[in-house]
């Protein structure tokens, strides 16, 4: 269960002026130090007396190698204290660090001491900051690590550390909170507690995405969405996620597709597979679709109309932000994609989030998604 202790409003980021510690690694990239926003990190936790050493070599897709640099500095610094500040990706490598840096000291045979771990998202879309989950791109593509160790101890939701994205990133983020809280609210693992965050993080996101698209500087929409991002990581940490990111990790580690745009690429078709449209409709993922869809107050007089009415709003909030229809708008070659398509389903099959998905795919049903979405 979620064990992250959760900070949220403007400013937040000057509670690091109250943790505890002597020494902080602290992970970033070069926009949030060019923006400022990592010296003011730098500086609160000077003000608690820690000093800091700074890693800033990390870059969207984080593979291997970044990990390696960057748990080699971390070793040396002998911090105790861990912060990632920035989007999913300098999160994700941060968990990345902290993971083989623990199991390296145990083939050593020592002891490994966690540092404090904080996270201050930069983006409002991966929930990373209260998951236990990262991906890393390995050789062979993208690989989806899930250990409780990972998870933030501390997280801190300031707004203000995001009202420079860019508009398209703003986009793949946001969509990609609505991925995972669809996807965790039909999870065959979902509960009445994650159902609860699954749902007002969906509603949060239908609300306030649109606005902050328009006009990144709506503070209350802002933070309205940072908060529907945190919301869906505790969802879905909890329920697990489904096909719709299995097949968007292994497109996205293929063609190098911006997750968010991967998933949100991916999200009818997977909605028409899980809900059976084709067929009786009538089933579980049907079902919870229908509930989503009765809560945004759209119709749902059956099973099946709910099902099309959450598609058309999916589809539509789509459109609104500017989201291509199908990959080919990407320039994807139909040849290489061809040729991928087999490599990409065993992935997506073998991948750690397909096992909670509400129906349970063959390899022939995900190639046949993947070129519904082609």
């Known amino acids: 269960m979620l064990k992250s202790k959760v900070y ?24 949030m130090d060019k923006l400022g926003y990592l010296q ?14 700074v890693f800033t070599d990390v870059h969207p897709d984080p593979d291997v190698k970044v990990i390696a640099d960057g748990m080699k500095l971390y070793k040396d610094s002998g911090a105790d204290v861990l912060v990632a500040l920035g989007g999913g990706s ?15 000291v145990e083939t050593e045979g020592k002891n490994f001491r966690k540092p404090l771990f904080i996270a201050i998202p930069s983006t409002s879309g991966t929930g990373s ?33 995001i009202q420079h994205v860019p508009q398209r990133v703003v986009v793949d983020t ?23 965050l699954a749902e007002k993080s969906i509603k949060l996101i239908f ?14 929409a802002r933070d309205r969405v940072l908060n529907a991002s945190c919301l869906a990581g505790m969802a879905f940490t909890n329920a697990g996620l489904g096909i719709n990111h299995s097949l968007a990790h292994a497109v996205g580690g293929t063609f190098h597709i911006p997750h968010g745009r991967s998933n949100a690429m991916m999200l009818t078709a997977v909605m028409e597979y899980n809900a059976d449209l084709a067929g009786t409709a009538n089933g579980y993922a049907a079902e919870r679709y229908a509930k989503l869809a009765e809560m945004l107050q759209l119709p749902a007089r059956t099973k099946r109309e709910g099902c099309v009415s959450l598609i058309r709003a999916v589809t539509r909030l789509k459109s609104v932000l500017g989201i291509e229809d199908h ?11 061809e040729n991928a398509l087999e490599s990409m389903a065993e992935a997506a099959m073998a991948d750690r989030c397909t096992p909670t998905n509400p129906r349970q795919p063959s390899k022939e049903d995900i190639i046949s998604i993947y070129k519904k979405c082609y």
């Open 90 to 104: 300098v999160i994700d490598t941060a968990k990345g660090i902290l993971y083989f840096a623990s199991k390296l």
């Open 174 to 196: 946001g969509i990609d909170v609505l991925v995972h809280s669809i996807e965790a609210f039909v999870s065959k693992d979902a509960t009445d507690f994650t159902d609860a």
């Open 40 to 53: 003011k990190a730098v500086d609160f936790l000077s003000n608690a007396g820690i000093s800091s050493v």
């Open 207 to 220: 609300e306030n995405l649109e606005l902050i698209y328009k006009d990144i500087n709506n503070a209350d």
């Open 8 to 31: 949220f409003n403007n400013q937040s980021i000057q509670l690091l002026e109250q943790i505890s510690g002597t020494k902080a690694f602290i992970v970033s990239d070069g926009i």
């Open 327 to 337: 990959l080919s708008a990407l320039g994807i070659d139909k040849t290489a994609f």
């Open 129 to 161: 900051e209260v998951t236990n989950f990262s991906v890393i791109t390995g050789e062979d593509g993208k690989v989806c690590i899930v250990d409780e160790f990972i998870a933030p101890d501390m997280a801190i939701l300031d707004s203000t550390c």
